[in-house]
């Protein structure tokens, strides 16, 4: 009765896959929109691009602070900052599309998403929900340990799970 | 049963996981080479030019060939190249070139696909 009873706990194909789905998703998400984060200037030199989207967290300010900080820190060092969000976005659909240390990526997400909604929560056209939205999906990706259906983290913890290697133990905790 | 049926089911008994992750991993890179056909949001999801499709499929189709023949150093050298190609599109993007035609988002595949079938091609075989 045990045994049958722990079989029909057991996630299933269709929810395992409805997790891989959610999780390729976003990383294609991710993707998609790494690719109008253009180096070198990033818009700056033409006010267009992520220089623009940047600019509403003062223009029409979400979070004192976060403008505050936007104006003073992230403007006088915008290259910088530029590409710090190029790397982040381009590593979020790379990782997010295997399924590789899923629940520190999610987690990045979600820290990720919280910067993009402070910026441009009240940008013009924008939909509230689509970064609520956002947010709660990488939620869901950390919760559901996404990458252990049918992502790498699967494949690998059983090997991490036994190895002595500090590198194992820490993707242990990341998958 | 024919001499090839023996074989596919052989061949269909012995893949280990790693081997069907290369698998995996290989198909998404010969699928990815269907964006050089969109044009633009909503379907744009990667940018793909011919440079780019030309590395989808000489990369993919070694990275399946590889999980279905159980070889882990073919894959691991796929991923290897996939990493290669993806800092080529990032020295483009520092130096502010663009012969490849390819940016941040081919990037973001390119170096996942590399890590992926590396940690495949690295797997233990008995997991």
Redesign the interface.
């Known amino acids: 009765v045990e045994a049958e009873a722990a079989k029909v706990a057991e996630p299933t194909a269709t929810m395992r896959g409805g997790v891989a789905a959610a999780r390729v998703g976003v ?2 998400l ?3 929109n ?2 109008w ?4 200037d990033f818009g700056e030199n033409t006010q267009r691009g992520l220089f623009e989207w940047t600019s509403w967290a003062v223009d029409r300010e979400v979070f004192a602070p976060w403008a505050w900080f936007v104006e003073h820190v992230v403007f006088p060092n915008f290259v910088f900052f530029g590409w710090m969000t ?1 790397l982040v ?3 979020l ?3 997010l ?2 399924g ?1 240390a899923t629940r520190f990526w999610a987690l990045v997400g979600v820290a990720h998403t919280v910067v993009i909604t402070l910026s441009v929560l009240r940008a013009p056209n924008e939909w509230h929900w689509s970064y609520f939205l956002m947010l709660l999906m990488h939620i869901g990706l950390f919760a559901t340990a996404a990458g252990r259906c049918y992502g ?1 983290d699967g ?2 913890r ?2 991490w799970a036994r190895s002595s290697h500090a590198m194992g133990r820490l993707l242990l905790r990341l998958s | 049963m024919t001499r090839s049926d023996t074989t596919r089911r052989a061949t269909a008994r012995n893949l280990t ?2 081997d069907r ?1 290369a698998i995996t ?1 290989g198909v998404a890179s010969l699928v990815s080479a269907v964006f050089t056909f969109t044009n633009g949001d909503p379907w ?4 793909m030019p011919a440079a780019a499709v030309a590395v989808a499929l000489a990369l993919g189709a070694p990275a399946c060939l590889g999980g279905l023949l159980g070889r882990a150093v073919v894959v691991r050298a796929v991923g290897g190249a996939f990493l290669l190609a993806a800092l080529v599109v990032l020295l483009e ?2 130096l ?1 070139t663009d012969w490849t035609k390819t ?3 081919t ?3 390119w ?3 590399g ?2 079938l590396l ?2 091609g690295f ?2 075989r008995d ?1």
């Open positions: 990383a294609l991710w993707i998609q790494v690719e984060k253009v180096p070198p190029l976005e381009a590593s659909g790379a990782f599309l295997i590789l790498i494949l690998l059983p090997a | 996981r790693p992750a991993l744009e999801m990667v940018t993007l520092a502010d940016d941040a988002s990037l973001s595949l170096t996942g696909l890590m992926g940690a495949a797997a233990p997991i």
